[in-house]
């Protein structure tokens, strides 16, 4: 029993140990489990912590802005590579010191130094962003602005606080905004000075920003016009002259755009404009606003306008010319509902060759402006005035009561005309032919240039009855002036067949009655109307421009005539109109004649007859001293009659004059023109020139013109002209009077004679 008791009691000790010892090699085994899953966790948190750490500092050195991290006292903590690059220093001598070492010169934005702790170990957050300066990389006057963030955080309640600041380099943005700034500025500094208008215009035509200039342009100042609607500044008429293009350039579908229009200055003056409009826009593409270059183009257009203007007016008178009738002609029978609706008058003053012969050139264009505006007083607004030409002129009407209309307008010139010209001390009274014709089948038959001719026919027809009146055209004065057409286009072949002949007229020494030359005077053997006067024919070559051709072409008749000449005593004088002289084809055929038929220079003289020629030009007077050196006499022709040549004694190599027939006629028995004739012959000696009179048809004038000096003389008295070979039939007796070319150089006026 005690036995079974004690091995009862061993076994249950047994168990207990067994017991004791699985409990404690479980509590082992939990223990060791729960070593190793701290241990575990230990080693995954360092694991952890070093791989954010890593990521922290992958973070710290990618970031653009650098971090400091400091203790209350100041050591630095954390120093990120990139805040390192920015303060200029390194890391490794940073970690672990204080502040107040950062060996960095700081300045604030004012260039005033501080602490280095003052800026990254501030006792409280700050609230604003500070900028300061640190030290650049491109030396010691460098300095890069770094803006400067720093925040105060509290650690647990057995932590240190730590400060930590954010450090952002800004100089890059400080550049950018100052080269932005400069760039600005230089644009408002161009734009302001810019020598012609600009202006930045908003998306609804509103003027933002102009210049100095544009304001000026304006006649306004900048500070007014800023806000302004720019259309409120246009000319009324030309308010949306940009608005289909600014629709265009806003949409996209051109770049630019240019045009001009006129503007309404301040003052109420218009000016006109050319404006050069671009459109700015957003990077993505959006439009923002408009720049507009306005450029003043008033001077420009109405220089443009002026040209215009010259290139269809006449420049003496105003009026319109030759090229702007036709055009107004032809538009008022184009637009006209009825022809007789439509008329011409043709306006010629009589008399002004003479006007200007007495007076000179200047006079008579003061006379052309003068009647000038008769005409246009006389016309109104029913008709466009021109100046064709010299002393023609025009008026185009256009009346629903034409011819009566045209009958009150030339009615009101001749009013007009009555008032004379006041030209000095003289009253000059002007007169004119007018001539009507109005539209209708017959006379624009032709187009506007048949009406025109009506009007001028007409306009003849007045001249021929009597002058200083009115005549209307009708059909039978077509005959006359188709008549005139045929023989101008006939004088053309007649030139170049030799049909136009010489006759001679001798010139006797009045005290021998010797005959020493003879005048040369051209005849038209006409196939069908006969022998033709100069008056007939001559008229024409002005307008067929024949004068040259007809010039040169008698030159070698007149030599031939005097080759004939027994004795080569006498000579034959030329007359000569400025429509032959000036281009030396004239004086070129004279000498190469004088070659060819072995004449003494002498022996062909030139006998001037344009009294128009009151100042010859250049290439005239060089072209009669060529003539003159060569040993050919110049004559003036019309001698005493005005101004002219009396000038012409100055202006012209002369060696000879012919008193005017207008003063022989009534000699003797005329006081005045035997004093004009006697005084005329005095001056002509004086200056050692031959003296001709012309037109002498008694005994008693030629022998008062011997009286009065006059040594040579002419007329019905001695023969009319004749063909060369009648008088070389007749055998006349001559003798030697060739006429020296530089007389002025002789002693005795006479001595040539």
């Not at 257009?301 to 002609?329: F, K, Y």
Request: proline residues 4%.
């Amino acid at each position: 029993m005690g036995g079974l008791v004690g091995g009862a009691d061993g076994s249950v000790v047994v168990v207990g140990v067994l017991a004791v010892l699985l409990v404690f090699a479980a509590a082992t085994f939990v223990f060791l489990w729960r070593t190793r899953l701290a241990r575990e966790a230990r080693d995954a948190a360092v694991s952890r912590e070093r791989a954010l750490r890593r990521q922290f500092e992958a973070v710290m050195s990618s970031a653009r802005d650098g971090v400091l991290i400091t203790t209350r006292r100041g050591d630095v903590v954390l120093l990120s590579e990139t805040a390192a690059a920015i303060l200029g220093v390194t890391r490794e001598e940073m970690l672990g010191r204080s502040i107040a070492r950062l060996p960095l010169r700081i300045v604030d934005e004012h260039l005033r130094p501080v602490l280095s702790q003052e800026v990254f170990v501030p006792s409280v957050d700050d609230d604003v962003p500070r900028i300061v300066g640190v030290p650049g990389r491109r030396g010691a006057e460098d300095i890069r602005w770094v803006q400067v963030s720093s925040r105060l955080l509290t650690g647990d309640d057995d932590g240190e606080p730590i400060t930590v600041t954010t450090i952002m380099d800004t100089s890059g943005l400080r550049e950018a905004a100052e080269a932005l700034s400069r760039s600005d500025a230089q644009f408002r500094k161009a734009m302001e000075n810019a020598p012609v208008g600009m202006a930045l215009v908003d998306l609804e035509w509103r003027l933002m920003e102009v210049n100095r200039a544009f304001a000026e342009m304006m006649g306004s100042t900048v500070v007014a016009l800023r806000g302004t609607p720019f259309s409120a500044l246009s000319h009324p008429q030309d308010i949306s002259a940009e608005t289909d293009q600014l629709q265009r350039l806003y949409d996209g579908y051109q770049a630019r755009f240019s045009c001009e229009k006129r503007y309404v200055r301040a003052d109420g003056n218009v000016v006109w404009a050319v404006l050069d409009v671009g459109l700015v826009r957003y990077p993505g593409g959006a439009p923002d606003h408009y720049v507009v270059h306005v450029r003043d183009s008033t001077d420009d257009r109405m220089n443009s306008e002026l040209l215009a203007h010259r290139a269809m007016h006449d420049p003496l008178t105003g009026l319109a010319n030759r090229t702007l009738l036709q055009e107004v002609l032809q538009r008022v029978l184009a637009k006209s509902a009825e022809l007789e609706h439509v008329g011409v008058i043709a306006v010629d003053l009589d008399g002004f060759k003479g006007l200007n012969d007495r007076f000179g050139h200047a006079t008579g264009d003061n006379a052309l402006v003068h009647v000038a505006g008769v005409l246009r007083a006389a016309a109104g607004s029913r008709g466009t005035v021109s100046r064709i030409g010299g002393d023609e002129f025009i008026i185009v009407v256009q009346s629903p009561d034409c011819a009566a209309a045209m009958r009150e307008i030339a009615d009101a010139i001749h009013v007009g005309l009555r008032r004379p010209l006041q030209v000095k001390r003289h009253q000059i009274a002007l007169n004119a032919s007018v001539g009507i014709a109005v539209a209708d089948a017959d006379t624009v038959s032709g187009g506007p240039t048949s009406l025109l001719s009506a009007a001028d026919a007409a306009m003849y027809r007045a001249k021929a009855s009597g002058r200083s009146r009115t005549e209307v055209y009708d059909a039978s004065m077509r005959t006359a002036s188709d008549s005139q057409s045929a023989l101008a286009l006939e004088l053309d072949d007649a030139i170049r067949r030799g049909d136009l002949v010489l006759h001679f007229q001798p010139v006797y020494d009045l005290p021998t009655r010797l005959v020493v030359g003879f005048e040369a005077l051209v005849r038209w053997q006409h196939p069908t109307r006969g022998l033709l006067l100069p008056s007939a024919f001559l008229p024409l070559l002005e307008d067929r421009n024949l004068s040259v051709a007809l010039g040169t072409t008698l030159v070698d008749q007149a030599a031939e005539f005097l080759a004939a000449q027994p004795g080569g005593d006498t000579w034959v004088s030329l007359n000569v109109s400025a429509d032959q002289l000036g281009n030396s084809e004239f004086a070129d055929r004279v000498l190469s004649s004088i070659g060819r038929y072995h004449l003494s220079p002498q022996r062909i003289v030139i006998e001037l007859t344009e009294a128009s020629l009151v100042a010859p030009n250049t290439r005239v007077r060089h072209e009669l001293t060529e003539l003159r050196n060569a040993g050919v006499p110049i004559l003036l022709d019309d001698f005493g009659t005005g101004v002219s040549p009396l000038s012409y004694l100055r202006d012209l190599p002369v060696s000879g004059v012919k008193l005017d027939m207008s003063f022989v006629a009534g000699i003797p028995e005329d006081p005045a023109g035997a004093r004009v004739s006697r005084a005329l012959g005095a001056l002509a000696r004086e200056l050692g020139l031959a003296t001709i009179a012309e037109g002498i048809e008694t005994e008693a004038q030629a022998e008062f013109l011997q009286g009065c000096g006059w040594r040579l003389g002419q007329g019905w008295l001695f023969g009319v002209a004749q063909p060369g070979q009648a008088l070389l039939d007749m055998g006349l007796e001559t003798g030697l009077g060739l006429i020296d070319p530089r007389p002025q150089e002789q002693d005795d006026p006479f001595a040539s004679l």
